[in-house]
């Protein structure tokens, strides 16, 4: 199996790499009722169908409660309040309003199959490109669907856990577990696996979630776990790029920092995202942390700073797929920036997937307004929308 080498080629590479050593790397309004959903022998053909305001429109992955504009922010950030299960009348009037390319599903979204087989069935038919299905499983305390009480599915052992036994195997097999069960509920996408390296013992917010502190370690488990889900028919993205591990903060509370420069950078935390872009990660997710030893403007987050994105994962790294930004409504982002000027920042920087701004309209209208005006060209807006489409036309959409 490809994983196999990519694992030999790590073991290789520990000899001569490890966190802390600063080394060169070797580097688009019809009445109420069922839409059709456009369909296309490919993602360029369908890319061609679209009018500008649904290939804006495909940019953003939200919430469904993002369909709810009753709902404030906070609501729908928090875990413990009701979340949308079911399409309500004027739930779908948004989604025609603003057709999103995807959905992030949370445990609150979440009753059993059956409602969600009905919500994904709705907001299928009532987009014209079917939206890409996405949740947040990285199994242990971070597993939406597993920790939902309506589901029978299997309980995976936290990435610390699995990390901690040295066998990619079970990384492997932890991902397809959960892909297996995802892609059988409708899922598409799995925001997993973290490919963060736990690299600072205070910091307590990826000690279960991350596979290890040693980068080489972290490097063959992602790879692994790539290999894991593909194999089970789901789609997944690496995060948090460029690394939480050595954080000062969590980016839901507020600024996060990381003082490392990016030559330490290379031989630590990126060399996971290496490993599993090798490996074939759909995605990469950039994190909200800051990184002022890292790049210019190093006071921006990462998902906002075009040096980050397009500089550093999109050309010397050769990430060629789908890059989305980690929430745009977490308070490392909203403390600072109202929602539209997050969402034309990161879109700016060099991100495809704008995830879940803490205001749908405000964004979407600053990313439109933009581009009717030429301040974001076509041809910019086509390249993100294409990548987006093609993930879906991989994953039996289109």
């Known amino acids: ?54 290939k804006v429109a495909q940019l953003f992955f939200v919430r469904p409660d993002a369909l709810d504009l009753s709902l404030t922010a906070e609501t729908r950030e928090d875990p413990q309040a009701d979340g949308l299960t079911q399409a309500s009348a004027e739930a779908l009037d948004t989604l025609r309003d603003y057709p999103v390319g995807g959905f992030v599903f949370f445990g609150k979204n979440l009753e059993d199959p059956a409602q969600l087989a009905a919500l994904m069935e709705d907001l299928t038919e009532n987009s014209p490109v079917p939206p890409l299905f996405a949740t947040d499983e990285e199994g242990g305390s971070v597993a939406q669907v597993a ?43 799995d925001l997993a696996p973290v490919a963060d390296v736990n690299s600072d013992p205070n910091n307590t917010t990826m000690a279960d979630r991350a596979f290890h502190s040693n980068a080489e370690q972290a490097a063959m488990m992602v790879s692994a776990a790539v290999d894991g889900f593909h194999t089970a028919g789901v789609g997944c993205a690496l995060k948090h790029f460029p690394g939480q591990g050595a954080a000062s903060q969590d980016t839901h509370t507020g600024t996060a920092v990381t003082l490392k420069t990016w030559q330490e950078m290379l031989t630590c935390e990126i060399y996971p995202f290496q490993a599993g872009m090798a490996s074939g990660a759909d995605c990469v997710m950039v994190s909200d942390i800051t990184t002022p030893n890292a790049v210019q403007q190093g006071d921006l987050p990462a998902s906002l700073n075009p040096e ?50 803490e205001d749908l309209p405000a964004a979407y209208e ?33």
Not at 151 to 166: E, K, L, N, R, W
Not at 315 to 325: D, G, H, K, Q, Y
């Open 308 to 357: 980050m994105v397009t500089g550093k994962l999109r050309s010397e790294l050769r990430f060629a797929r789908v890059i989305l930004t980690d929430s745009l409504s977490m308070a490392a982002i909203t403390d600072t920036y109202e929602a539209g000027q997050a969402a034309m920042m990161a879109f700016q920087a060099g991100a495809d997937i704008l995830l879940m701004p």
């Open 147 to 189: 920790n939902s009480d309506g589901f029978d599915v299997p309980q995976v052992d936290s990435m610390a856990q699995i990390g901690a036994t040295g066998d990619p195997a079970q990384a492997r097999q932890a991902a397809v577990t959960m892909g297996t069960y995802l892609q059988e509920l409708g899922f598409h996408l």
């Open 366 to 398: 600053t990313i439109l307004t933009a581009v009717e005006e030429g301040t974001i060209s076509q041809q910019r807006l086509d390249e993100s929308v294409l990548r987006i489409l093609q993930l879906k036309e991989k994953y039996d959409l289109i």
């Open 1 to 54: 199996m490809k994983w196999k080498w990519i694992l030999c080629a790590l073991l290789a590479f520990a000899l001569l790499a490890g966190c802390g050593k600063e080394e060169d790397p070797a580097p688009l309004q019809e009445e109420p009722g069922a839409m059709e959903p456009v369909t296309a022998g490919n993602a360029q053909e369908l890319l061609d169908k679209l009018t500008t305001e649904q």
